[in-house]
């Protein structure tokens, strides 16, 4: 089965800092998707970077890009410059076919 | 870009009582749609996959005859908690997936149910 770990319940970075989130992943699958989504205050799922496993460059959107390392499994999301508008929960996904799955989640506090 | 809706944005209940929510994609057709209950300050966890024309398919532990699923169209799900007790509160979420070639997965604005 699939899963989705997310290792870091939550952080904190100070404003115009940067930050990373940790994401692992589970699949026997060689073809899937894996994207980041932030959860504010308001409980709008907002996708943040999305990533194709069959392209190995790095997605990239303005502050956000992400690490992707399709041997180990891993798809960490890179904040530079955060805002105050980036405190929010984020929830690593995995995709394949329609069905997405979440991991836990990390939150993620900015301190001004 | 696409757009979910859900209604009610929020609802109480009386403990016995059922509730409908809708969720509807605005500017495409979706001939499957997904539904999710989230705790607080937990994730979101998938409960059924709603498919237009066909039964729903739910994931294991979740109950069939509490969470009914209609498909009507392929604009329109929507989810009857049945006998609501005050355990079946929580925020509900559903989404549709794009038509793009991204697998992108669009999202309502969540439904938040208290059952007194």
Not at chain 1, 29 to 53: G, H, N, T
Not at chain 2, 5 to 25: A, D, F, L, N
Not at chain 2, 63 to 86: C, G, Q, R
Request: proline share 4%.
């Amino acid at each position: 089965a699939q899963t989705v770990t997310q290792s870091q319940p939550e952080m904190s970075v100070q404003e115009a800092e940067t930050v990373t989130l940790s994401c692992t992943y589970d699949t026997s699958e060689s073809d899937y998707y894996l994207f980041w989504y932030k959860q504010p205050p308001s409980r709008q799922m907002i996708l943040v970077i999305r990533q194709e496993a069959y392209k190995q460059q790095n997605a990239t959107e303005n502050r956000f890009s992400v690490n992707f390392q399709k041997a180990a499994k891993s798809f960490s999301l890179k904040i530079s410059d955060s805002q105050l508008g980036d405190a929010a929960m984020y929830f690593c996904a995995y995709t394949r076919d329609d069905k997405i799955i979440f991991g836990k989640g990390t939150r993620l506090h900015i301190l001004p | 870009g696409a757009v979910v809706s859900q209604h009610p944005s929020w609802v109480i209940c009386k403990s016995g009582t059922s509730v409908k929510i809708e969720c509807r994609s605005l500017d495409f057709q979706a001939t499957t749609m997904f539904w999710y209950r989230q705790f607080p300050k937990q994730s979101l966890m998938l409960m059924a996959t709603s498919n237009e024309g066909s039964k729903a398919t739910y994931e294991q532990g979740v109950e069939k005859d509490k969470f009914l699923i209609n498909h009507a169209s392929l604009t329109l799900s929507t989810l009857t908690v049945t006998s609501a007790h005050p355990e079946d509160s929580s925020f509900y979420i559903c989404s549709a997936p794009g038509t793009g070639s991204y697998n992108e997965q669009f999202f309502g604005p969540g439904t938040r149910l208290t059952v007194l």
